[in-house]
């Protein structure tokens, strides 16, 4: 069950459209992981903060008990990458891991839950590590749930 509507509006990076095009248009099956290696990812579809119109990035695939994590690392640049602002404006998004995206609530995780996350996200994806030593802010983790199809 997607629950977001409206006008996509592609990325300006060439690479994210052609993830994004050849990971939906194969259902999953090709185009799922990170370039140039092994590690999955998920495409996530995002309401933008100042646009309105639906925004779709490939992320780390970071998942426990079918809750996911999307760590807004940038590759440990300075600032958060665009889709942090969304996740806050309008936290409701599609996940894509596999054939058919669903819907998720999106919300910040803090203290305890985040520190148990970040250790979660760096087993699963250690370059992540090196991306917190890169910057001085921390990485924010959004926690992706769900949504209750009652």
């Not at 940038?74 to 996940?95: E, I, R």
């Amino acid at each position: 069950m997607t629950l977001l509507q409206g006008e996509y509006e592609p990325s300006s990076q060439q690479w994210v459209r052609d993830q994004v095009a050849e990971y939906e248009a194969s259902g999953g099956a090709r185009a799922n992981t990170l370039r140039g290696s092994t590690d999955p990812i998920v495409v996530i579809t995002s309401v933008g903060a100042k646009s309105g119109k639906l925004r779709k990035n490939p992320v780390m695939r970071v998942e426990k008990d079918g809750v996911y994590a999307a760590i807004a690392s940038k590759g440990g640049a300075p600032d958060n990458p665009s889709w942090y602002a969304n996740f806050l404006a309008h936290p409701v998004v599609d996940l894509q891991d596999g054939p058919e995206p669903q819907a998720y609530t999106v919300r910040l995780a803090e203290g305890e839950e985040r520190a148990q996350w970040w250790q979660h996200a760096v087993a699963t994806w250690p370059t992540y590590a090196s991306y917190q030593e890169k910057t001085d802010r921390e990485i924010p983790v959004f926690l992706l749930e769900p949504v209750d199809p009652a």
